[in-house]
Each structure stands twice: as C-alpha cells, then as structure tokens.
C-alpha cells in the first residue's frame, strides 16, 4: 500500500493525474540504500631506498556505497498469459559522489509469456546472474568484494567499440558485467531448471565497410540453473567477440587479433539449516591484438564461503578466495588487448607467482527483512608479483603487497 501510494506522489509531481494514476498503472517504487565504512592498512613494500629497506602506505579510512540504487518497475497483463514490464533502476549515492544517471542499473523494456521472457535494455548478462549464487560469504564489489579476483570486477559495461559513458567502462576483460545494449531471453522454469540467453548488437559496425577487420564486436553470453529446495547450480559461458574493435586492414607482416575474449565459470550453494555454503570456478582468456606474434593469457579463480544464521538476529560470514597464477603467452603483459587493465600480468611476461588470496569474516545482524548491520576484517596477500587490490584501494600495488582492512556496513531494501 505505501508503495502505492508513493508511486501516486511520483506521478503527481510529474504531472500526472493522480486518479488515473491508482486505478490504472502497477508501477513500483523499490530500493537499496548501502553504506560501508572501512579503515585500511595497505601494507608494507620492499623499498631499497627507504629506511630499513622497505617502505609502507599510509592508513587510509573511505565510504563506499556499492550496489545502492533507486528503481521504478511495472507490469501490465495483456491477457492470455502474456505481460509487458518495464524497468528502471538508477545509482543512489547517499554520500552524493557517484551520478551515474537515469536508468544506469538493470533496466529494460520486456514481454513475458509461456514463451520465457523477452528484454532489451542495461541489464546484468546470464554469466553474472547464474555466477552471483555461489559467491556465498562475500559481495561483488566494495570491501567485502571478490569479484576483482574472481571475474575482474563488476560494474555497469560499454557494449564493444562504444565509447564508455557516464556510470560504464568498456572493460573488456569484466566478466561480471551490467552490460549496456543488451538483448536477452529466459526460458520458462522448467521444475527448477532454466537457461539464459544474451547479446549486444553489432551497434559499432554501423560506420565501417566491408573489408574492414573485427568489425562486428558483441558480447554473447549464456547461462544455465536448477535450483530447487535447498540446491543451487549453475553454469556460464561468455564471449567478447571482436573486442579489439575495428582493425582497419590486416597488419603488414602480422596478425590482426580479433579478441574474442571468453570465459566460463561452475557455481553452486547448498542450505543445510540455518548455513549455506557455496563456492565457484571460473576461468576467462583475453586474446592479444594486432601484433606480430599472437597472444593470450588465461586467468583463472575459485572461491568458497559459508553464510551461518547462528540464532535470532545474530550470523557469521566467512569466505575464501583465491586468483591461480596466470597462465598464457610469455611477453603477453603489453599486448593483452585494447582496454584490458586486470592485473597478475609481470611485465616482463607471465609469471609463476601472480596470484593472490582473500580471506573474510564478519558478523551479521539483521534488524529485519530489510535492515542488516555488518561488521568484520577483509585480508588480502598478493603473491610475490601478484597486483591485486581490495575492493576500494584505488593505489596500483606494489608486487607481493599485503592489504588488511576493518569494514562495518549498514543495507536497508525498500
């Protein structure tokens, strides 16, 4: 009812009859509000010049606000089974930082039937939304994220050869994208199973010609679920394809890469009580492009964790995450790809000790269904060369690093 009524509010302010409005339109006003305070120690370094042979960063507190947004949605039945819906969800940064504009998280115009469901719009793609399930114990981003480790990161995505506007990178190398121009299908709920199909137009190619090289880039991405009871899993495969972007004519005495990225993952959760585990693999190899000698390098990642409602309001979450050492073509860290920034890529080529390991643990408290209170320590250890950062460091590490933070959190849905 109080939504209702707050969507009568929001028509009235834009001008619409506020009658019309309650009789006629489904439309919904829905939210997350998210606030993360963290303080932490980004370690020490070997440093020659500096006194005792190493040197350390300074501490350093910050908010972070991923994942908080403010949405419209509706829905009309149009008979037969058939329905159309619509979507709209925009960042709400309650610290007034981030203006990622209107529209700028899962939004899309659909039709839904027997049939599955049909939408186009800015919507996060089947290899993320069948990978999320397992990441049990931790977020996608933010301080308690493992996604930097996992898929390298999460965040809204140009489609191939757009430029990245305001709230989106072009990221080829993000396989846990909110991905912009996106086309996509769900199947019915077959008993607990359902696959997930999407793609971007080929929008880039509209301006070159037909001899012109990666032309057509896209991203294609697929996923598969059965959940039921207390069982979760799933699967996903993604290609970038033609990531490189328009290659003009062959080079001279070369390869012209055309940077089909791919990736897959398994994912799966179980609930046994009042704990879930859940855990997954994922592995993604970004080509090389228009060099001499082709490229690639192959990242690969695997993750568990453990959500325990202890009693009452009380919970625990832990989890574990670990990024393998690179794997590819040595000399790979200059010509990994146009837009390719991950890191774990030495840059005198690939290296056996790249990797990284984070480890999490936090008290939950959850006032209710929609108010929950976080409290916990985050701990990440680069390998001897690894690069990695915790979610929120913005400084590039120096190889091998250590990063520990203290982070409290408070989510509130509506």
């Not at 709400?92 to 719009?121: E, H, T």
Request: net charge positive; charged share 15%.
């Amino acid at each position: 009812m109080q939504k209702k009524l707050l969507a009568v509010a929001v028509a009235g302010a834009l001008g619409v009859p506020a009658v019309a409005m309650a009789q006629s339109s489904t439309v919904q006003v829905f939210g997350t509000v998210y606030v993360e305070y963290s303080i932490a120690d980004q370690g020490r370094y070997p440093n020659a010049a500096a006194p005792g042979g190493s040197a350390e960063r300074t501490n350093a507190d910050f908010i972070q606000t991923p994942g908080s947004e403010i949405g419209f949605k509706g829905e009309e039945k149009l008979g037969g089974g058939l329905s159309a819906w619509f979507q709209c969800a925009s960042t709400a940064d309650p610290r007034g930082i981030s203006q990622d504009g209107f529209c700028s998280r899962n939004s899309a115009l659909g039709m839904k039937g027997g049939f599955g469901n049909v939408f186009i719009g800015n919507w996060d793609t089947p290899f993320k939304r069948t990978n999320s399930p397992g990441n049990v114990g931790a977020n996608q981003t933010g301080i308690w994220g493992s996604s930097f480790l996992l898929t390298g990161g999460s965040t809204t995505t140009a489609y191939p050869g757009q430029a990245a506007g305001s709230g989106s990178s072009v990221g080829r190398a993000i396989f846990s994208r909110r991905q912009n121009n996106l086309i996509s299908y769900d199947s019915p709920n077959f008993g607990g199973f359902q696959v997930m199909a999407a793609a971007t137009s080929a929008q880039a190619a509209t301006g070159t010609f037909d001899g012109t090289t990666n032309q057509k880039a896209r991203i294609i991405s697929l996923g598969a679920q059965y959940s039921a009871g207390p069982i979760y899993v799933s699967a996903g495969y993604e290609i970038h394809k033609d990531a490189n972007g328009n290659g003009g004519l062959p080079v001279v005495g070369g390869t012209t890469r055309d940077g089909d990225d791919k990736g897959w993952h398994i994912s799966g959760a179980y609930t046994w009580g009042p704990v879930k585990f859940g855990g997954n693999y994922t592995q993604q190899k970004v080509e090389g492009g228009f060099i001499a000698v082709p490229t690639e390098v192959k990242y690969r990642a695997w993750h568990v964790g453990v959500d325990w409602n202890i009693v009452g309001p009380h919970g625990l979450r832990a989890a574990y995450t670990k990024a393998l050492d690179t794997r590819g073509t040595p000399g790979a860290a200059g010509t990994a790809g146009n837009g390719v920034t991950r890191p774990g890529v030495a840059a005198v080529g690939l290296s056996n000790d790249n990797g990284a390991k984070l480890m999490q643990i936090r008290y939950v408290y959850t006032f209710s269904k929609r108010t929950e209170f976080n409290f916990g320590y985050a701990r990440l250890d680069n390998d001897n060369v690894g690069t990695y950062n915790l979610g929120g460091l913005g400084t590039t590490p120096v190889a091998g690093e250590t990063q520990s933070a203290w982070g409290l959190s408070l989510r509130h849905t509506f």
